[in-house]
C-alpha cells in the first residue's frame, strides 16, 4: 500500500506569533447550528474577551453564523501566540457551553489567513460582517445581532479601498 503523507495545514510556528492581523474561522463540531441564541454568544463573547485580552489580541471583528465564528484578530505585541491563544478560548468556550447544556461545541482546528496590511483588515472586516447578509439570513448586515468589533463603533463599517476575497474562494477562482 502506498506511504500517503498529509499535507501541513498550518503555517510555521512563527506566522502565529508577534504583532499580525489574522481572518479566522471556527466551526461547530459536525457544523450544528448552536449560535442560534442570544445566551450562548453572550457567553462566548465574554469567554473571547477575556481569553483575548489575557493573550495580548485584540477582537478587530466577529461574526457569530449559526454553525461557524468568523474572527479577525490583531496581535498586540511582539509575544502574542495566536496557536495558544485559540487554543484557550476554545477549551473555555466548551467548558461554559456545557454550563448550558452544549456538548462538543467545537469542529478540530480552525481556518486562518494572515491579513498583510490595514486595507485587507478593514475589507476583511467588511466581508465579516456581510457573511449573515450573504446566507440570507438578514438584508442588512447591521441586522444581525450577533456581530460586532471590539476595537470601533459597531456597525460602523471601516471604508474599504479594496474588497476582501478569501483565498480559499480567491482559488476556485483561477
Known amino acids: 500500500m502506498p506511504d500517503f503523507h498529509r499535507k501541513p495545514n498550518r503555517l510555521t510556528p512563527a506566522s502565529y506569533r508577534g504583532r499580525r492581523s489574522y481572518f479566522l474561522t471556527l466551526c461547530t463540531d459536525e457544523r450544528r447550528a448552536l449560535f442560534t441564541e442570544g445566551a450562548i454568544v453572550k457567553e462566548l463573547l465574554a469567554v473571547l474577551d477575556g481569553t483575548c485580552a489575557l493573550h495580548l489580541f485584540r477582537v478587530y471583528a466577529y461574526c457569530f453564523m449559526p454553525d461557524h465564528l468568523h474572527l479577525i484578530l490583531n496581535g498586540e505585541n511582539d509575544s502574542c501566540d495566536l496557536t495558544r491563544l485559540i487554543q484557550a478560548f476554545k477549551s473555555l468556550a466548551a467548558r461554559d457551553a456545557r454550563k448550558l447544556g452544549i456538548t462538543n461545541l467545537w469542529q478540530k482546528g480552525f481556518y486562518d489567513h494572515v491579513l498583510r496590511d490595514t486595507n485587507s483588515t478593514d475589507a476583511g472586516a467588511r466581508y465579516v460582517f456581510m457573511n449573515p447578509v450573504r446566507a440570507g439570513l438578514v438584508r442588512r448586515a447591521e441586522e444581525w445581532p450577533y456581530s460586532g468589533s471590539f476595537v470601533f463603533p459597531w456597525?460602523?463599517?471601516p471604508?474599504?479601498?479594496?474588497?476582501?476575497?478569501?483565498?480559499?474562494?480567491?482559488?476556485?477562482a483561477s
Open 159 to 172: 471604508v474599504v479601498r479594496k474588497p476582501f476575497v478569501p483565498p480559499w474562494k480567491s482559488k476556485m
Open 155 to 157: 456597525p460602523n463599517i
